[in-house]
């Protein structure tokens, strides 16, 4: 069995049950034994880490498929990949437990939100180029938009979604009514 069908079904019990979810509960599903997945794995907790990697590869994807969209308007690419999520559902409100039982798995999750900014870097950097932005330091923006996600890593996917697009639009948009 391909390891992405293994992290699939990880996935949908990991929304089901948080962290509770056991490998023999992974293994009846994809009626797969035990033995197997941790010959594969080695632990619940490398599994998990394989989830959180697959999460933050959808992402990277999805950015590069935005970066190529040159028919498309740049600070709406821009926005876009602001607002990005994985294309694989996933319950937002048991990454507490992640923190707590699994300290060097939300360690990761830190870094990947942290440290993977060169496509949003390039289109940021494109968009001022073409004077359709303001200059701004990266590093500003990039301060800004980590604490809206550390802020929003808990909440739930819906509420994230919405948040991160009215946060974004806030920040493009502004509060100031332009006078006539």
């Known amino acids: 069995m391909e390891r992405t ?6 996935i949908n019990l990991f ?5 509770r979810f056991s490998v023999d ?19 619940k907790e490398n599994l998990i880490t394989e989830v959180v990697k697959s999460l ?7 950015e590069k498929t935005i970066l190529a969209n040159e028919r498309r308007d740049i600070v709406e690419r821009l926005k876009d990949i602001l607002c990005l999520f994985p294309t694989q559902q996933i319950n937002f409100a048991h990454m507490a437990d992640i923190q707590l039982v699994y ?3 939300y360690k990761l999750i830190l870094s990947e939100l942290q440290d993977n900014w060169e496509n949003t870097l390039t289109v940021l950097e ?13 590093e500003n923006l990039r301060i800004l938009l980590l604490g809206l996600f550390t802020e929003l890593l808990t909440r739930d996917e819906a509420e994230q979604k919405k948040r991160t697009r009215e946060c974004v639009d806030i920040l493009f ?8």
């Open 56 to 62: 933050f590869s959808s992402i990277r994807s999805q």
């Open 5 to 10: 069908v293994i992290v699939n079904h990880t």
């Open 15 to 19: 929304n089901e049950r948080g962290i």
């Open 173 to 180: 948009t502004g509060y100031e009514i332009p006078r006539h």
């Open 126 to 138: 494109m968009a001022i180029q073409q004077e359709r932005i303001h200059p701004i330091d990266p």
């Open 25 to 43: 509960d992974l293994a009846k599903r994809i009626k797969m034994s035990k033995k197997t997945l941790y010959k594969e794995f080695g632990s």
């Open 103 to 105: 300290p060097q798995v």
